[in-house]
DNA sequence: TATTGTTATACTCTATAACTATA
DNA sequence: TATAGTTATAGAGTATAACAATA
């Protein structure tokens, strides 16, 4: 049985609590991608990628990591982190390091300068994003901002 | 000034609300980004891409359009549009019929076809993230329900 | 002359398969 | 023999530029 059961505790109905949930997913779906679409857009430094953004963000909260560990979080494939982190060594972003344990590994580090361009491109994103917030209203943006968190953790389970 | 003004009175400030904001803003963007790469592996139809369920999507909510209509719509480029109707017209997902007033434009519709695959891929998509949903606490999902159409809001703003 | 849609073309990102080095 | 990472290659999706038809 579906773990949907914990929002309906008998089983998984038919019903219109289910009708409500796949509207919800639905809009969900359709919300994120196409929102994705709009924020590739929106890249602060038009040199870096969406997903080159992503891994200095999972960086930025889980400090160093190898190309195995990124790809798997980042899920992607481990030929496409190769690349990725590739970019982001040219661009001066990350450090590569040999694996202290296992000389089959790596170890990349973000560095200072990614640092202050994360920073920067916060301040932007912020802008762009607050311009179209507050076009929402008062408790449609503290919906969303309540919902960030929870988003940002169903995208990693 | 910026309307984020909403969420604090005075001006835009430098302080602890803005920095909560950004916070959200960056979980908002992770979150968002990730869903959308792994819902992309999540397709119901192997041959129909996240673009074209986009479009039907659209088309189910607002009837007929133009594929100028659905370009702007969609957040692409008219000619990436041309592709994402012709591949949905071969697949009989559509009907293209020539616009009554202008005969530069065309009429695009879904057909009956679209709708049954709508509904089915309604069903998995569903199932695939009730799984996840269901790993999730009950407010987390609460949270993640009410916020789902801000998101599509948001994101056709 | 402006607008709608299309065609031609190139670019970016990702995946799969095959390979190298190390465990 | 298994695992980490890389290289080579192909495919999907999108954009820009140039073009055709119509307003």
Chains 1, 2 share one sequence.
Do not use: F
């Amino acid at each position: 049985m579906s773990d949907l059961s914990r929002t309906s505790p008998e089983e998984v109905p038919d019903t219109e609590e289910t009708a409500v949930d796949q509207e919800a997913v639905n809009a969900l779906r359709s919300g994120v991608m196409r929102l994705s679409r709009r924020l590739k857009h929106q890249r602060v430094d038009e040199s870096l990628s969406p997903a080159e953004m992503s891994v200095l963000g999972t960086l930025a909260r889980c400090g160093s990591a190898t190309p195995g560990e990124l790809a798997r979080k980042e899920h992607v494939q481990p030929p496409s982190m190769t690349r990725i982190v590739a970019l982001l060594e040219s661009k001066g972003l990350v450090r590569l390091e040999p694996h202290p344990e296992d000389r089959r590994q790596k170890v990349v580090t973000q560095t200072e300068q990614a640092e202050a361009m994360l920073e920067e491109s916060r301040r932007r994103r912020n802008a762009w994003l607050a311009e179209l917030a507050g076009r929402l209203d008062d408790d449609e943006w503290a919906t969303l901002r309540a919902a960030a968190p929870v988003l940002e953790k169903l995208a990693q389970l």
